[in-house]
């Protein structure tokens, strides 16, 4: 079955920052596209954005361009996805996606990134 | 992009039928076939209920179903039943490959 597993919560300071991590199991990982969602606590939904993962081609919302990186590794069956210069705003569930067609068909569990001086 | 626009909150009594709305606008809802809905309990990760306006994944209860109307979608819960009280986000894909959720709607069953 299709499987997306995170890395585990993490803690930064402002100004830092983090890297979360998106172990893919069950299909052929390059197949998919891996999206990023994330949600601050008590706030809705809020798409940041989409890796291939067959050639690496990403795609960001406006929002979190320029501040925001998603990569890849194939031979891990990884995707990853970095926010820099954390700010408290930045602190949130991120949720990696596995897209079919349009729609957000399988969640990752969540990783909680808390950004605390 | 502008998050799609829902109801804070929504209510329905057990057993009767709720409807929760979604506003967005010619470049996303109005223009493509691709809205979707999700559920979320406390704590957990979202779970796909609807995609392409009204498409049911396997295991979903057919007391789900979606529809649209111009720029709105809207999403019926029929034979409300305690489980189901929960957030739901509607999404839809904006073209030039952006998505856009909508703000959440947060269903409580009296």
């Known amino acids: 079955q299709v499987q997306l597993v995170q890395s585990g919560a993490e803690v930064k300071k402002p100004g830092a920052s983090v890297t979360v991590s998106c172990k893919a199991s069950?299909?052929?990982?390059?197949?998919?596209?891996i999206h990023w969602v994330r949600q601050a606590p008590g706030q809705r939904l809020e798409w940041m954005g989409w890796?291939?993962?067959?050639?690496?081609?990403?795609g960001y919302s406006q929002n979190f361009q320029g501040r925001v990186t998603m990569t890849r590794d194939t031979s891990a069956s990884t995707a990853y996805m970095e926010v820099s210069s954390l700010r408290s705003e930045d602190a949130a569930v991120y949720y990696c996606?596995?897209?079919?067609?349009?729609?957000?068909?399988?969640w990752g569990q969540g990783t909680r990134v808390t950004v605390s001086s | 992009q502008s998050a799609l626009t829902q109801p804070p909150s929504a209510s329905g009594s057990l057993g009767q039928s709720v409807t929760i709305s979604c506003t967005g606008t010619?470049?996303?809802?109005?223009?493509?076939?691709?809205v979707s809905w999700y559920q979320q309990y406390p704590g957990k990760a979202p779970k796909l209920i609807i995609y392409?306006?009204?498409g049911r994944p396997s295991g979903v209860p057919d007391r789900f179903s979606g529809s649209t109307s111009g720029y709105t979608a809207s999403l019926t819960v029929s034979g409300l039943q305690a489980e189901d009280e929960a957030d739901y986000y509607c999404?839809?894909?904006?073209?030039?490959?952006?998505?856009?959720f909508g703000g959440g709607t947060k269903l409580t069953v009296l």
């Open positions: 996606v596995r897209v079919t067609k349009y729609h957000f068909e399988y």
């Open positions: 069950g299909y052929t990982f390059i197949n998919s596209a």
């Open positions: 890796i291939n993962p067959a050639n690496g081609v990403t």
């Open positions: 010619s470049g996303d809802i109005g223009r493509y076939n691709y």
């Open positions: 392409e306006v009204n």
């Open positions: 999404s839809s894909y904006a073209g030039s490959d952006l998505w856009v």
